[in-house]
């Protein structure tokens, strides 16, 4: 192979490589309950809730947070496209916040199941969910 042909050939895969991994990041939704008075959220709005940053979201009042276990991959994905935060990041982060007295990680819960659940049983509530399990109890406040 000529080194032209060799630099389109890394090209590609680079492209290939980035284009696979953006659309595994961008397998989640942000849901709240599908009779919630909630109607969208931000994505800044959303990374504050979850990090615990805010509580209220500008007029709508209390929300409540709920989340995925470590390692979930759903998780991993949420965070690192929406906070930009790492596995290891977020973990750092919410051990400095505890530590610190300055506050404590959302509640977590088993699976997008549990999640969806959730929220649909109580409207002050929202949590990420993996698309596939978008279903007519939630509604979508944010999609990457």
Do not use: C
């Not at 709920?66 to 994905?77: F, I, K, L, N, Y």
Request: glycine share 8%; aromatic share 6%.
């Amino acid at each position: 192979m000529t080194n032209k042909m060799y630099s389109l050939v890394q090209l590609g895969f680079i492209a290939l490589v980035s284009t696979l991994s953006m659309q595994a990041q961008a397998d989640w939704l942000l849901v709240a309950g599908a009779k919630s008075q909630i109607s969208k959220v931000s994505a800044d709005e959303a990374v504050n809730l979850f990090l615990g940053k805010e509580n209220e979201l500008p007029g709508r009042g209390q929300v409540g947070v709920v989340d995925h276990p470590e390692g979930a991959s759903v998780r991993d994905d949420f965070y690192t496209e929406a906070a930009k935060k790492s596995p290891s990041a977020l973990k750092a982060y919410w051990s400095r916040m505890v530590f610190t007295g300055k506050g404590k990680p959302p509640k977590v819960l088993g699976d997008s199941e549990e999640v969806k659940k959730a929220v649909a049983a109580n409207p002050a509530l929202i949590g990420y969910i993996e698309k596939s399990a978008l279903d007519v109890t939630v509604k979508v406040m944010l999609s990457p």
